[in-house]
């Protein structure tokens, strides 16, 4: 994506999203050994490509190299981590 838009990020572990349970929306989870992948939450994936599909597209995170869009979650939150409503991007 071309726009810039303020993503929290979040660095996981490989099958982070199975792990809590996020309800993917599109695409699959992180994968052990796997570079430049990148997870966006259903807000993040609307922000970035306004309705357009996610699942491939390329993004930065600050000046590093692009990652590929491996899936999209819906918002949810973690314990006391309120990410609903926050567009957030996990990588590995």
Known sequence: ADTAVPLAHARVAA?????????MVEG????????????LNREA?????????ALG?????R???????VCVVA??????LRLAGLPVAFTS
């Open 15 to 23: 099958g982070f999203l199975a792990t809590v349970d996020a309800p």
């Open 28 to 39: 699959r989870d992180l994968r052990e050994g796997a570079a430049a992948e990148v997870v």
């Open 45 to 53: 994936a609307r922000q970035l490509f306004a309705g357009q599909p």
């Open 57 to 61: 597209q390329s993004i930065t995170l």
């Open 63 to 69: 000046a590093g190299p692009p990652f590929t869009v």
């Open 75 to 80: 918002d949810f939150s973690i314990g006391d």
